[in-house]
């Protein structure tokens, strides 16, 4: 299996970011880290081996980022008003710079956005905002409002809101969103969701998946056994949905 890896200085976030590409042909999938995720995460974790297969027969080719989540939702020592704001710069990285990168290298045309835990709301918040630049989600163990408690996961924004808040997070704005256009193209897109029954977000996937429904919007919502916010059912999920 190919593997390759990127580094270069990002002017949007003013430092150096880096990346690992496995493949070459296929489908693009923009793999997006957990909270303290880096570039390597994936493969550490062995989610890239649970692909390699579909990687070797060129079905997939996989872009590993790295994180900045600890110069963003995590950072306390910022207002929350900077925190997102610095996650919106990661954002414009990624949409910017990370997006051409992997059009350059490979022109077929489907790309998919993935992620686990924390890289699951961000893979969301990108993928229903632009739904022309994606053709798949795939969201595990993911919390799609960072702004509720449950169990150790607290508020990341200690009680602040603001428009920035609200346009990137899918438990707010999808019920606004009234683009036909925008949901037209996400009911021909590809959806899939996995959490586990003893998850702590829970509770949260099947009101998305409510949400979705009355949308309109076709998805695939997977309940697991047990508690499955964890690498070992991460690699399991990633070999049946990606």
């Excluded at 990346?19 to 995460?41: I, N, Q, S």
């Excluded at 630049?133 to 969201?139: Q, R």
């Excluded at 897109?189 to 949400?211: C, K, W, Y």
Aim: charged letters at 25%.
């Amino acid at each position: 299996m190919k593997r390759e890896y990127h580094r270069w200085y990002s002017h949007r976030l003013h430092r150096d970011m880096e990346l690992l590409v496995f493949g070459e042909h296929g489908a693009k999938v923009l793999m997006l880290p957990t909270r303290d995720g880096r570039f390597f995460e994936y493969e550490e974790r062995g989610i890239v081996a649970s692909l390699q297969h579909k990687v070797e027969a060129g079905h997939l080719q996989l872009y590993c980022l790295d994180g900045i989540a600890q110069e963003s939702f995590y950072d306390r020592g910022k207002h929350p008003a900077d925190r997102i704001r610095r996650h919106a710069a990661y954002e414009e990285y990624i949409l910017n710079e990370v997006l051409p990168l992997m059009a350059a290298k490979n022109p077929f045309g489907a790309t998919i956005i993935q992620g686990c835990s924390l890289g699951a709301f961000q893979a969301a918040s990108l993928f229903f905002r632009h739904p022309h630049l994606f053709d798949k989600l795939v969201a595990f163990s993911g919390r799609y409002d960072l702004n509720m408690r449950v169990e150790d996961f607290d508020d990341l924004f200690d009680g602040h809101y603001d428009d920035e808040i609200y346009y990137r997070t899918p438990s707010h704005f999808l019920p606004g969103m009234a683009s036909e256009d925008s949901l037209n193209t996400l009911r021909r897109r590809d959806i899939v969701m996995t959490i586990g029954r003893d998850d702590p977000f829970l509770g949260n996937n099947l009101a998305l998946s409510h949400l979705l429904a009355a949308k309109g919007i076709p998805h695939r919502l997977h309940l697991w056994d047990g508690r499955a916010h964890r690498a070992s059912a991460w690699r399991k999920m990633a070999a049946l949905y990606v």
